[in-house]
């Protein structure tokens, strides 16, 4: 099996000069064969393969204008033809956007398909010899790929692809059921006790500081040195808050896991979700980090992550007779079932359906859509069936 690990690189100033030239070799071929891509398409309704754009690349690179691009090493150039290839294929499939130009005041990435190895403390990189590195753990695998980028705050980090032992799946645990929230993050219950962890909230936390950085730099010229260094402060809390956000996500996914065999979460439409009032405190939990966190890491080690259907009327529906409480609105965090008197608590509740509707899905191995819809309201899909099913889970608002 194939694994990544992310290092970070502290190159010297022969090597950063180095490292700046190949980023604007590669983005100056991006950029280049993406609009003879759409300039051939024009005119006769048929794009550039990666054939024919590397065969025009050799010839590119032996006119006088464009020696430059001798400077950088051909396999980078030749890998981001390869991508600019995939970019065009993932667009044509519908499952991303078109390709856009890349600009150099954004986040830089070149990626060396060979002639790449671990040297010490170091990575052995083409025409840059060995950059002195941070590596946690030793890499006994072929390395296939190494792609290095740098942030808008000067900081290289390389990822190192390579091959890894094949793990034997012996994992064993219990089945929780987890429900996501803006109160709680998580609910969990693992069939005897429930557990909730807070959101750490950090947008809001370094808002205030975000807030001052920005008002300076709206006070600077534009073009000077001195609003140069400010958009970096100002990059810097970005980066903080970013950071911030992934070490606790990573830190709940290895509880979670470690503790859990299956996990069963929400199939959640984060896109919806981000288009609603709530997008902001939405888009600060990471609920779709968390979910990535918890996949690649059950699968590491022999477990298994299951999706609910988002129809499912986890919150609405009482866990001991089942009975749809239509009534429930977006305040209501506590509510008793008017058929059998039980008192629930709304993450609770909805963390005990999503559990067991999980162990039907693992004991019919089927994802089937339950026939008890989360709201009254039909919505039609966006398929050609005719089908209609009901709205996605509702959360309850959340102040600051």
């Not at 983005?27 to 003879?36: P, T």
């Not at 006790?193 to 730099?217: C, E, F, G, N």
């Not at 819809?373 to 608002?397: F, H, N, W, Y």
């Amino acid at each position: 099996m194939l694994d990544v690990l992310k290092v970070r690189l502290y190159p010297n100033k022969e090597q950063q000069t180095v490292l700046a030239k190949s980023f604007g070799c590669c983005r100056f071929v991006w950029n280049y064969y993406l609009e003879k891509t759409n300039t051939q398409y024009g005119e006769t309704g048929k794009g550039l393969n990666y054939c024919d754009m590397a065969k025009d690349l050799t010839q590119l690179k032996k006119q006088p204008d464009y020696l430059f691009l001798k400077e950088a090493t051909a396999a980078t150039l030749q890998q981001s033809l390869k991508n600019l290839e995939t970019a065009f294929k993932n667009f044509f499939q519908k499952r991303t956007r078109f390709p856009k130009f890349k600009s150099k005041h954004k986040k830089q990435s070149i990626r060396y398909p060979e002639s790449c190895s671990i040297r010490g403390n170091g990575v052995k990189l083409p025409k840059l010899g060995i950059v002195k590195a941070r590596i946690p753990k030793t890499i006994s695998g072929k390395i296939k790929s190494v792609t290095v980028s740098k942030t808008s705050t000067d900081k290289y980090f390389a990822a190192i692809l390579f091959e890894a032992d094949n793990l034997i799946p012996n994992k064993t645990g219990k089945i929780s059921g987890i429900d996501l929230g803006l109160t709680s993050l998580v609910t969990v219950f693992d069939g005897e006790a429930y557990s909730k962890v807070d959101p750490i909230k950090p947008t809001r936390k370094y808002a205030k500081r975000l807030k001052r950085r920005q008002q300076a730099l709206s006070r600077k010229t534009k073009g000077s040195n001195n609003r140069k260094e400010q958009v970096k402060r100002v990059a810097k809390v970005h980066e903080k808050i970013a950071n911030t956000r992934q070490d606790f996500l990573h830190k709940l996914s290895r509880k979670l896991v470690d503790e859990n065999q299956v996990i069963v979460v929400e199939n959640l439409c984060i896109k919806g979700l981000a288009r609603t009032k709530l997008a902001k405190s939405v888009l600060d939990a990471g609920f779709g980090m968390l979910i990535n966190f918890l996949g690649y890491k059950l699968e590491r080690e022999g477990g298994k992550l299951i999706e609910v259907d988002r129809f499912f009327p986890s919150t609405k529906l009482c866990h001991c007779c089942q009975f749809k409480n239509n009534s429930l609105n977006l305040s209501v965090r506590e509510w008793v079932c008017p058929n059998c008197q039980t008192h629930h608590d709304r993450d609770e509740n909805a963390a005990h359906n999503i559990r067991e509707e999980g162990i039907r899905i693992l004991s019919t191995n089927t994802v089937g859509h339950t026939e008890i819809q989360a709201c009254g309201e039909d919505i039609r899909l966006v398929s050609a069936c005719t089908e209609k099913r009901s709205s996605v889970k509702q959360e309850s608002p959340v102040t600051a």
